[in-house]
């Protein structure tokens, strides 16, 4: 593996023991490279690799991607370039598992776009990401899409180049409609109503229990949204507001067309003037799915109910 060009290699596994084997041998040679080093992964997973290095940890920055990964949106800009991005003039090593048995049907479809949108993010970039799959708790598609959105796969037996790569293909086939719901409270805004908007998702938020700085999330991810749609959505556009499988949705469609596949992914320096709507949006909600062609795109983000 060569610490000069970028490399995201999908890590096959089966069992803890070959899971914590590859992962803390990954770690191990970085460290021992003096490579900065990051391990994003789910809650148990963290624990093993944590345990494993033992006073090793201490080097490595944990993350545990339950938390950090909630939205996968959230991740480039949040978790991998955010590291990244501190370490500009060396070769960074990162785990990222972004992909669980525990993930729901409603966020693979942005789990794969997102691991596919990896391979341009960090093009030219001194960075390796290793991205662990489960091989006995993932769906054997989610192993076969692994294959298209990784360039280079390894398992315990060794590494190879992946004859299905095809990042694109990923990102288009899953963005498709979103379908629709069964019931929900509808509105058309402009300029002149925008607030109503707002207000909409607040009190929905509101009743369903959410505390006040969540309250204000929705709110401003709501605004955000808004205001892409009269900025670059054709002036107007509709908001409907739902409740699913315990999670508040808030939907905002127009007839704008998304055409940059990394909008609302990289990170924006603060000291930059121009929009950074469909950043906050993904930093804020705890799932995000696109749906966008020619003269039509639907934004729906998702935030979790508050346990009563």
């Given at each position: 593996?060569?610490?000069?060009?970028?490399?995201h290699?999908?890590?096959?596994?089966?069992?803890?023991?070959?899971?914590?084997?590859?992962t803390?041998?990954?770690?191990?040679?970085?460290?021992?490279?003096?490579?900065?080093?990051?391990?994003?992964?789910?809650?148990?997973?963290?624990?093993?690799?944590?345990?494993?290095?033992?006073?090793?940890?201490?080097?490595?920055?944990?993350?545990?991607m339950?938390?950090?990964?909630?939205?996968?949106?959230?991740i480039?800009?949040?978790?991998l370039?955010?590291?990244?991005?501190?370490?500009?003039?060396e070769?960074?090593?990162?785990?990222?598992?972004?992909?669980?048995?525990?993930?729901t049907?409603?966020?693979?479809?942005?789990?794969?776009?997102?691991?596919?949108?990896?391979?341009?993010?960090?093009?030219?970039?001194?960075?390796?990401?290793?991205?662990?799959?489960?091989?006995?708790?993932?769906?054997?598609?989610?192993?076969?899409?692994?294959?298209?959105?990784?360039?280079?796969?390894?398992?315990?037996?060794?590494?190879?180049?992946?004859?299905?790569?095809?990042?694109?293909r990923?990102?288009?086939?899953?963005?498709?409609?979103?379908?629709?719901?069964?019931?929900?409270?509808?509105?058309?805004?402009?300029?002149?109503n925008?607030?109503?908007?707002?207000?909409?998702?607040?009190?929905?938020?509101?009743?369903?229990?959410?505390?006040?700085?969540?309250?204000?999330?929705?709110?401003?991810?709501?605004?955000?949204?808004?205001?892409?749609?009269?900025?670059?959505?054709?002036?107007?556009?509709?908001?409907?507001?739902?409740?699913?499988?315990?999670?508040?949705?808030?939907?905002?469609?127009?007839?704008?067309?998304?055409?940059?596949?990394?909008?609302?992914?990289?990170?924006?320096?603060?000291?930059?003037?121009?929009?950074?709507?469909?950043?906050?949006?993904?930093?804020?909600?705890?799932?995000?799915?696109?749906?966008?062609?020619?003269?039509?795109?639907?934004?729906?983000?998702?935030?979790?109910?508050?346990?009563?």
């Amino acid at each position: 593996m060569l610490a000069d060009l970028f490399t995201h290699p999908a890590l096959f596994y089966r069992g803890d023991r070959e899971y914590v084997a590859a992962t803390t041998g990954f770690v191990r040679e970085g460290l021992a490279a003096g490579e900065p080093v990051a391990v994003a992964v789910p809650g148990r997973n963290l624990a093993l690799i944590e345990k494993e290095l033992g006073p090793q940890a201490e080097r490595v920055l944990l993350l545990d991607m339950t938390e950090a990964g909630r939205n996968p949106g959230r991740i480039i800009p949040g978790v991998l370039r955010e590291f990244a991005d501190r370490h500009p003039d060396e070769h960074v090593r990162i785990i990222g598992e972004p992909i669980w048995p525990g993930r729901t049907k409603a966020e693979y479809p942005a789990c794969a776009q997102h691991e596919a949108l990896i391979n341009y993010a960090f093009t030219g970039r001194h960075v390796t990401i290793l991205c662990p799959y489960d091989l006995e708790g993932l769906d054997p598609e989610v192993i076969h899409e692994a294959a298209i959105t990784h360039p280079v796969l390894r398992d315990g037996s060794g590494e190879w180049v992946s004859d299905h790569y095809a990042p694109q293909r990923v990102v288009d086939e899953h963005n498709g409609p979103l379908g629709e719901p069964a019931d929900c409270a509808a509105l058309h805004f402009d300029r002149t109503n925008l607030a109503d908007v707002r207000t909409l998702a607040a009190d929905r938020a509101t009743e369903l229990g959410f505390g006040s700085v969540r309250v204000d999330d929705v709110r401003l991810v709501v605004a955000e949204l808004g205001a892409n749609s009269l900025d670059h959505g054709g002036g107007s556009g509709q908001i409907r507001i739902w409740t699913e499988d315990d999670r508040l949705v808030c939907e905002v469609s127009d007839s704008g067309h998304i055409t940059d596949p990394l909008a609302g992914r990289n990170p924006v320096d603060p000291r930059v003037a121009g929009s950074r709507g469909l950043l906050i949006v993904n930093l804020l909600s705890d799932l995000v799915r696109v749906h966008t062609q020619a003269g039509a795109t639907v934004i729906r983000t998702y935030f979790d109910v508050p346990t009563r």
